[in-house]
C-alpha cells in the first residue's frame, strides 16, 4: 500500500538557517503530495500540495518540487524564523479515493 | 476560503461513558468526511470515512459499534465516541475535501477520558 516516510523526527535550527526536511514516498502512479503544517493544540493546516513530476509547490516561503525518480517530496525554506516552530507532515493522497496518508511529521524547532 | 469547524475543542469524560463531537465545512461542499485520531504515540489513524448517500467506510481497528457517524448533509458530519476508555484519549479530526483535491482539516476535538 501506499506509505510516507520522514527520516527527521527533530530539526533544531537558529533563526535565518536553511531548513531541509526530507519525504520520500512509495506509491504506485502519480499520487498526490501534501505539506502540512500543524501548531500546538489545533489542526493540520495545509501549507501546499504538487500532483506531477517536476511540479513544485510552494507557500510562505516553503517549497518543494514532486520527484517522481526519486520519490521524494522534501521541504524546504531558504531562511526559517521561530514563527516557523511546528510539526510538518509530509502526506500522499488519491482524491479518486478521498484517503490521505500521512508521514510520522517532523518537529522543527527554531531558536531565536 | 476553506473553513473547517469542529466543536467542542476539548471534552473530558468519565470512563464508561459517551461523547459526541462535530465538523462543520464553511464555504465548500463536504462531500467526503474522513475522522481520524492523533494520539501521543501516533500519527494520524484513519477512522472513517464518510460519503454523503454512500456507506461510511470504516478502517480496521476502527466499527460502527463504537464511532458511530452521522453524515446528513453537505457541510456537516458528526462522530460519537461510545463507552471511552483510556485508550480513546487523543486529537479528534476530521478532514474535509475541498478544492484543488485538497484536504482540510478542522481544529480538532480533544478527548480525556478519567
Known amino acids: 500500500g501506499d506509505s510516507v516516510t520522514q527520516t527527521e523526527g527533530q530539526v533544531a535550527l537558529s533563526e535565518e538557517d536553511f531548513l531541509t526536511i526530507h519525504c520520500n514516498y512509495s506509491a504506485s502512479g502519480y499520487p498526490a503530495l501534501f505539506w502540512y503544517v500543524q501548531y500546538p493544540g489545533e489542526g493540520p493546516q495545509f501549507l501546499f500540495r504538487a500532483s506531477r513530476d517536476k511540479e513544485k509547490g510552494s507557500s510562505r516561503g516553503f517549497e518543494a518540487t514532486y520527484d517522481k525518480g526519486t520519490t521524494s517530496f522534501h521541504l524546504r525554506k531558504a531562511s526559517v524564523q521561530e514563527s516557523d516552530s511546528a510539526v510538518y507532515y509530509c502526506?500522499?493522497?488519491?482524491?479518486?479515493?478521498?484517503?490521505?496518508?500521512f508521514g510520522t511529521g517532523t518537529r522543527l524547532q527554531v531558536l531565536p | 476560503g476553506a473553513l473547517v469547524y469542529q466543536y467542542p475543542r476539548r471534552t473530558i469524560c468519565k470512563s464508561g461513558t459517551s461523547m459526541r463531537m462535530e465538523c462543520q465545512a464553511v464555504g465548500f461542499q463536504a462531500t467526503s468526511v474522513a475522522w481520524y485520531r492523533q494520539s501521543p504515540q501516533k500519527t494520524f489513524e484513519l477512522i472513517a470515512l464518510?460519503?454523503?448517500?454512500?456507506?461510511?467506510?470504516?478502517e480496521q481497528n476502527f466499527t460502527q459499534e463504537k464511532f458511530p457517524i452521522s453524515h446528513p448533509n453537505l457541510s456537516f458530519s458528526s462522530m460519537t465516541v461510545l463507552n471511552a476508555y483510556l485508550e480513546d484519549r487523543g486529537l479528534y479530526l476530521c478532514?474535509?475535501?475541498?478544492?484543488?483535491?485538497?484536504?482540510?482539516f478542522g481544529p480538532g476535538t480533544r478527548l480525556l477520558v478519567l
Open positions: 502526506a500522499l493522497g488519491r482524491p479518486n479515493t478521498n484517503k490521505v496518508v
Open positions: 478532514g474535509v475535501w475541498g478544492n484543488q483535491d485538497t484536504q482540510y
Open positions: 464518510s460519503t454523503v448517500n454512500s456507506a461510511i467506510k470504516y
